[in-house]
């Protein structure tokens, strides 16, 4: 068996436990669930996303697999890259800031963004921006003006996003672990600003891992509350700065992107199903 994790997975290990039945957890962030904590005990393996030391698993019983990602986050080739913007209706040149909060957006993101897009698109004349606001967001646009709707494609969702992201230059984006690992295999450049009130506080830990890594750029809630002109300077440096790009691209893909999560899982899985 393999646990994921929720409430649903504590009796099915107790059950595992009882009839014999070996299992293995995974966790997709750095910080492991309040269940998969709960069935730790009595699981084969450990398998997780992140690097063995930031888990408190016995070291013997963990195994780093990274996290299973949509298939359609791949690298694209330059042909590939060349036809998505053409249908995005993109110049060769134009550099493309991509911003997402998840599925369901982000307001205080999506505030953070609104506020220092001016001056950014006065900075970066060329830069196209796709803001993936979330539903339910949109008197967030109000009274924005006309200039800046011109060149920022504002959506609530999209199922091509892994278009938009295959030919950004920048992605800025929550911590939550799969999204990550979907820009690590598309080797982005990715600022994360992580949502420090989600349960237990996981996609703080994941950011750290990422930083840690030398993987991302990180600005936190308070430091844009502090000062939105944090993530100005940030995007700005990133775009100004090929080299730097290049370089968290790569750390991201060494520390997600070179992995094989589902063929590992499943491999770890035969083994315990031998007898």
Not at 123 to 135: A, D, K, M, S, T
Not at 211 to 237: C, K, M, N, Q, W
Not at 247 to 266: F, N, S, V
Request: proline residues 5%; aromatic residues 6%; contains cysteine.
């Amino acid at each position: 068996m393999l646990l994921k994790g929720g409430f649903v997975c504590v009796p099915v290990a107790a059950a595992g436990r009882l009839h014999h039945v070996p299992y293995i957890t995974h966790d997709s962030d750095a910080l492991p669930g309040l269940s998969n904590r709960l069935a730790a005990r009595w699981a084969r393996y450990h398998a997780t996303a992140m690097p063995a030391e930031y888990y408190n698993y016995p070291k013997k019983t963990i195994r780093v697999v990274g996290v299973p990602t949509d298939a359609r986050f791949r690298h694209y080739s330059s042909e590939e890259q060349e036809r998505i913007r053409a249908d995005l209706r993109l110049s060769k040149s134009d550099p493309v800031l991509l911003i997402t909060g998840g599925s369901n957006g982000a307001r205080r993101l999506n505030e953070a963004v609104i506020g220092v897009l001016p001056e950014l698109l006065e900075l970066h004349p060329n830069l196209r921006v796709f803001h993936q606001i979330g539903e339910g967001n949109d008197d967030q646009l109000e009274n924005l003006p006309v200039a800046l709707k011109k060149r920022t494609h504002f959506f609530a969702f999209s199922s091509e996003l892994f278009h938009m992201s295959a030919v950004a230059d920048v992605v800025i984006a929550r911590a939550g672990a799969s999204a990550l690992a979907d820009f690590a295999m598309q080797k982005k450049a990715c600022i994360i600003v992580p949502n420090p009130y989600l349960t237990g506080g996981h996609q703080l830990k994941n950011a750290t891992v990422y930083h840690d890594a030398g993987a991302a750029i990180v600005v936190s809630e308070d430091e844009l509350e502090a000062s939105p002109a944090t993530l100005l300077r940030a995007v700005d440096t990133l775009l100004a700065d090929k080299a730097l790009r290049r370089r968290l691209a790569e750390h991201m893909y060494a520390l997600q992107g070179k992995r094989q999560p589902a063929a590992d899982l499943a491999e770890l899985l035969l083994e315990i199903a031998r007898p």
